[in-house]
């Protein structure tokens, strides 16, 4: 069964960078043909989309975030990661990874809270 | 790069039908047969309930449905059951990107 997880800090200071990674285990990035995606909720909001990788390195972006967001991804880990530069408090959401093709992602990891705070 | 449109919340009775629209424009939900449908309980990952506009994952009741007619996509739960409450997103492929709706809040009442 696919897993994913997300890691990285809770807290992240204004205009800062925001970095996490998400571990796949179940299977290898490299074999699978679909996405990995970035998207993020704020506390009592809305779903977001922020980006998705494929295992050449492809990436495609939400394009309100381009020029801050850059998703790269490690196939001999198995790991994707989220870059954020800049953030504000309105960066502040729960930060899920998952993999999808065409917008559905059928295997979501179960988030990480990251917090823009001094 | 707007937002999908949903109906902030839509309610009915165990038993019942209801009905979620999801409304875009030709460059997503119109342009492209990759709409998908989300089911999120609280403090919850999202769940994916239906993709490509029509298709249920394994494992996910036949009580689901969806459509799509021009740039408006549709949700269908029959036969509501109480643990179908809970908040529903539409998303949809874009021209290179990928958008969600607002979210839909079910309440059966």
């Known amino acids: 069964q696919l897993q994913l997880q997300e890691s990285g800090p809770g807290l992240v200071r204004p205009s800062e960078t925001l970095s996490l990674t998400c571990t796949v285990s179940?299977?290898?990035?490299?074999?699978?043909?679909?996405?990995w995606a970035w998207i993020r909720q704020p506390p009592g909001k809305g779903l977001e989309w922020i980006g998705s990788i494929n295992h050449s390195g492809n990436t495609y972006y939400k394009p309100s975030l381009k020029g801050r967001v850059t998703i790269s991804i490690d196939t001999s880990k198995n790991q994707f990661f989220l870059r954020l530069n800049s953030v504000t408090a309105a960066d502040t959401a729960m930060y899920y990874c998952?993999?999808?093709?065409?917008?559905?992602?059928?295997?979501w990891g179960r988030g990480t809270l990251v917090t823009v705070s001094s | 790069q707007s937002a999908l449109t949903q109906p902030r919340s839509v309610s009915g009775s165990p038993g019942q039908s209801v009905t979620i629209s999801c409304t875009g424009t030709s460059r997503d939900v119109g342009g492209y047969n990759y709409v998908s449908w989300y089911q999120q309980h609280p403090d919850k990952a999202p769940k994916l309930m239906i993709y490509?506009?029509?298709k249920r994952p394994s494992g996910v009741p036949d009580r689901f449905s969806g459509a799509k007619s021009g740039n408006t996509a549709s949700l269908t739960i029959s036969g509501l059951q109480a643990d179908d409450e809970g908040d529903y997103y539409c998303c949809s492929q874009a021209d290179d990107y990928v958008v969600f709706g607002g979210g839909t809040k079910l309440t059966v009442l």
């Open positions: 179940g299977d290898s990035i490299s074999r699978n043909t679909h996405f």
């Open positions: 998952a993999r999808e093709l065409g917008g559905a992602a059928d295997f």
């Open positions: 490509d506009v029509i």
